[in-house]
């Protein structure tokens, strides 16, 4: 139940209704670790949430990354991949498994930080910056991991 108030409360600080589709894709997303697509969580609340379309999975998350409580992740597939995990972090993208995984690195992110601050861009406002590194897993059966 406390994700649910989580949830709630996300929605109505960024001016939308807490609608019970909003509530179960945010919450889905939340949840889920692995970056997934409309079709992922669609066929995960489908069989609680028989009333919501895929269809309708596909608008509210649009209307969630323009709120900006979620984010779009680039992928090389023509499927889009979101994330409910705003806290400050980066993407390894792996180029043959198409997988997704969380990184971070206070250290990295501040080094970005501090060098587009003491470098301008002329005619241009940063809003954020985001990180991801593409690439392809040594050994299928192991972890990705910063050292």
């Known amino acids: 139940m406390e994700i649910i108030n989580q949830v ?14 909003r509530i179960v894709v945010l919450r889905e997303l939340i949840v889920s670790n692995n ?3 409309a079709e992922h969580i ?4 489908k069989a609680d949430n028989p009333s919501i379309s895929l269809g309708s999975v596909y ?14 992740v680039s992928t090389r597939l023509s499927s889009k991949r ?5 806290s400050p972090h980066g993407h390894l993208y ?4 198409h997988k ?23 005619n241009f406002k ?3 910056i985001k990180l991801q590194v593409n690439g392809e897993r040594i050994d299928p059966d192991d972890e990705i991991t910063l050292i």
């Open 126 to 128: 940063i809003n954020e």
């Open 42 to 45: 669609y066929e995960s609340i």
């Open 94 to 97: 792996c180029l043959k498994s």
């Open 8 to 21: 709630k409360n996300q929605l109505s600080e960024v001016g939308l209704k807490a609608t019970h589709p």
């Open 59 to 72: 608008r509210i998350l649009d209307v969630l990354v323009e709120s900006g409580l979620i984010q779009l």
């Open 100 to 122: 997704i995984q969380d990184f971070y690195d206070e250290e990295l992110y501040a080094l970005i930080n501090d060098f587009f601050r003491k470098k301008k861009i002329r």
């Open 82 to 86: 979101y994330d409910g995990n705003m």
């Open 35 to 37: 970056h997934p697509t």
